[in-house]
């Protein structure tokens, strides 16, 4: 009985986690003046900060190497203390904060770049904002929901030891295996012993699906990260991915 | 069909598609952003390498399938028990051309492969695995790029990850190399010789065991960067159980 209701916390302590994440202008102005919190929130979002440099910059970067990727560092914290809830959402704050401070720097190297519709000379980023349309507003909703749910799906993955370049070499080419895995995944999510199992152990209970699913063992072993992969994506509602709006699995 | 950028690398992207595949898709850096949704091919990526087969006669041929014009080394690229790939494309491919080539065989392929050849090669792929792990193992190499502020990772055999990356310590400019274990169940067994080249002259060579090395265990070795390493190769022998 211990055990059960032990599994059970940690079953519910994880979805808890999950579908009431804090959203991130809210932990933004929390964590304001923490400095560890900012350094983790920071480290977080790299890969986001790095994405808005090189398209910015129109070529690769790495950190520790190029410049535009410190200033994008600088830029994203300075986003973090002058951010209110009046600027809209935060991620398209920060892109706008970014990009307007890579202009400054690009200007200062001489290194003039057209300017888009992120602001033209001499305007501040209040300025920038006040001009935008609530439909652009609707449109930076959406992104900043997309790009928020890749940040976290990642940062999961991340947990199970599992990267994307993983996920290229093995996820399924046959579309039918790769159907298969999902109701795999899709049948251990809506098994609360079987998802006890997995989150617990951190290994698939390939024994117990077997009795479910009939499914060669091998396969299963073979394909083992790739449900993994899904089921984080179920639990995470995922919804860039069909199954998790109900629309493909099959 | 449209895909879901996940990840930004220096000349690629990884995509998700939205009934779950993972994809390469080949982007110049700065021309998406993570979040974007853009439209892509089905063309999967194609590398080059050499392989051996350890257990079956070297002097036997190495089989290629050819379907429907085109061959996809990546399906074929990790190990391939002569006789049963051979009996495999006797029985189960109709109409195409099946090619036998002098091992050991360099093959370079690209181009689209069309769902049937996928299938076909997928179910190549499951049972050539099986036939090596009952064999005892595979052999496997490959060359790598190394240069300074390099750092790549690759999976090798099946679940077994190999990384490197160049850095400097006090001074002296060092590759760590790491092989990490990512099956959740199976433990890998076998060895790895790395050799650090310049053109065809070998500047240095390291042995690593790989003994029980269990599920998400990780083994890393450093050695010294020669001046003028321009290839790192890898062989490696062992399999999982």
Same mark, same amino acid.
């Given at each position: 009985m211990e055990d059960f209701k032990g599994s059970l916390g940690g079953l519910i302590s994880y979805l808890f986690m999950v579908i009431h994440r804090e959203s991130l202008k809210d932990r933004v102005i929390r964590i304001r003046n923490d400095s560890d919190k900012i350094n983790s929130l920071i480290s977080e979002f790299k890969p986001f900060i790095a994405s808005v440099a090189q398209k910015r910059a129109g070529k690769f970067l790495r950190y520790g190497v190029d410049d535009e990727l410190s200033i994008g560092l600088m830029a994203f914290k300075e986003a973090i203390d002058s $951010?209110?809830?009046?600027?809209?959402n935060f991620l398209s704050f920060a892109r706008l904060v970014i990009n307007m401070r890579l202009i400054d720097y690009f200007r200062k190297q001489g290194r003039v770049r057209n300017i888009s519709m992120d602001g033209q000379a001499g305007e501040t980023i209040g300025e920038v904002i006040d001009k935008r349309s609530m439909e652009q507003y609707r449109i930076d909703s959406e992104n900043e929901e997309r790009i928020l749910k890749i940040i976290e799906y990642r940062k999961e993955l991340n947990k199970w030891g599992i990267t994307l370049e993983q996920l290229v070499r093995i !996820?399924?080419?046959k579309s039918s295996l790769r159907n298969h895995y999902i109701r795999v995944a899709q049948v251990i999510v809506d098994n609360r012993k079987l998802l006890d199992t997995l989150l617990e152990t951190?290994? &698939?209970?390939i024994k117990e699906i077997e009795k479910i699913i009939l499914i060669h063992r091998k396969k299963l072993e073979r394909g083992r990260i790739y449900i993994i992969a899904v089921v984080v994506a179920l639990l995470q509602n995922? !919804? $860039? &991915?069909d199954v998790c709006r109900g629309d493909g699995g099959q | 069909m449209k895909a879901t950028v996940m990840e930004i690398h220096k000349n690629y992207c990884i995509v998700m598609t939205k009934d779950g595949q993972f994809l390469k898709h080949k982007a110049a850096a /700065? *021309?998406?952003?993570? /979040?974007d949704e853009i439209v892509i091919s089905k063309a999967p990526e194609v590398r080059l390498g050499r392989l051996y087969a350890r257990g079956f006669a070297i002097a036997a041929a190495v089989v290629v399938v050819v379907v429907g014009g085109v061959f996809s080394y990546r399906y074929l690229s990790k190990f391939y028990p002569v006789g049963g790939v051979r009996e495999l494309a006797k029985a189960e491919v109709e109409d195409k051309e099946v090619y036998q080539a002098e091992a050991p065989a360099e093959v370079a392929v690209t181009q689209e492969v069309g769902e049937e050849a996928d299938m076909v090669a997928a179910e190549f792929e499951e049972s050539a695995v099986d036939e090596i792990n009952e064999a005892g193992g595979l052999m496997y190499e490959k060359d790598f790029v190394v240069e300074e502020g390099i750092e790549v990772e690759e999976f090798i055999i099946d679940d077994l990850s190999f990384k490197y990356e160049t850095f400097e310590s006090d001074g002296e400019k060092q590759i760590l190399i790491s092989f990490k274990n990512? *099956? /959740?169940s199976l433990s890998f067994n076998g060895s790895a010789d790395i050799i650090l080249l310049s053109g065809d002259s070998i500047l240095k060579e390291l042995h690593i065991d790989l003994v029980d090395l269990g599920p998400w265990e990780e083994k890393e070795e450093t050695v010294v960067y020669e001046e003028g390493a321009s290839i790192l190769r890898i062989r490696m022998n062992g399999g999982f159980n």
């Open positions: $951010y209110d809830e009046a600027k809209g !996820s399924p080419k951190k290994r &698939l209970p995922f !919804s $860039y &991915l | /700065g *021309s998406v952003e993570i /979040g990512t *099956s /959740g």
